[in-house]
């Protein structure tokens, strides 16, 4: 698909700018304006798919989760990556690094298999369900956004595939 001038400069937007601009685009046009929009913008992301989840200001910590995506996806980099974050409790880091990072990460393409590591196989468990309930969601605005997504296998160890591309694989472990 060709580019626009709206292509060109959409990343440039401030988010007023951005949700001005989104208000005045043909409705059937949004959906692909949203996708490109969100793929450098993380925070957006996580506030329009899940509103009332991301309902806050986010702090310092939160922004330097979501420059994690500033590292090349897996097609582009020479070796894997491995991200550990440590913080307090109740800073919402296990909702950003093992949820909002990891849908956009495979809504994006840029990973080919998630390992959801915990301390326990009890909680890895709880962050693969929630994120495995996202890609077998039919109604949420992700799942409309991103869709359709074939999901096979179980918590522990499933794997989905976006709009027809290869599979990515997610498994759960504890350390």
């Not at 989840?53 to 910590?61: A, E, G, H, T």
């Not at 590292?71 to 913080?87: K, L, T, W």
């Not at 994120?131 to 918590?155: C, D, M, N």
Request: aromatic share 10%; charged share 25%; proline share 7%.
């Amino acid at each position: 698909m060709p580019s626009s001038p709206v292509d060109d400069r959409i990343d440039e937007l401030a988010p007023n700018q951005f949700a001005e601009l989104i208000q005045r685009v043909p409705a059937n046009a949004r959906p692909e304006i949203l996708r490109r929009r969100f793929r450098n913008h993380r925070d957006e992301f996580c506030r329009y798919c899940w509103p009332e989840r991301f309902n806050l200001p986010f702090s310092d910590l939160h922004h330097a989760l979501f420059r994690l995506q500033r590292i090349p996806g897996y097609q582009e980099r020479a070796q894997d990556v491995r991200v550990a974050v440590a913080a307090p409790r109740g800073y919402a880091k296990s909702t950003i690094a093992s949820f909002a990072n990891i849908a956009h990460d495979i809504v994006y393409d840029r990973e080919a298999y998630i390992v959801l590591l915990s301390a326990t196989q009890r909680l890895s468990l709880g962050f693969s369900k929630g994120l495995r309930q996202q890609f077998t969601s039919k109604h949420s605005r992700f799942a409309q956004l991103y869709g359709p997504f074939e999901v096979e296998g179980g918590i522990g160890e499933w794997e989905v595939s976006v709009r027809g591309r290869p599979p990515v694989g997610v498994l759960a472990r504890s350390c």
